[in-house]
């Protein structure tokens, strides 16, 4: 077992009701592991799930990234603004 570090930013983190919290998950997993942990346990980031980027230790990242122990996963809804 790994254990990840999540952490949700702006339309995230209401809709999971926490700016970050640790998973453990099974070696070998993918960032898409990680999302799938963090959908099951706060179903309202469900809507964000197309739109979503994700980001691995601070830099953008495909699902398919493998984890590692201590990774940080970041879940980086759009911006709008002007």
Partial sequence: MIR????????????????????SLEKQSTVKTALSKAFEAHPKLR?????????????IT?????LQEGDRVALLPP????
């Fill in 47 to 59: 809507p964000l799930e197309k739109s979503i980027k994700v980001a691995l230790n601070e830099e």
């Fill in 4 to 23: 990840v570090r999540m952490i949700y930013f702006a339309q995230a983190r209401e809709a999971a009701g926490t700016k970050g919290e640790e998973f």
């Fill in 62 to 66: 495909q699902d398919d990234a493998k």
């Fill in 79 to 82: 911006v709008v603004g002007g």
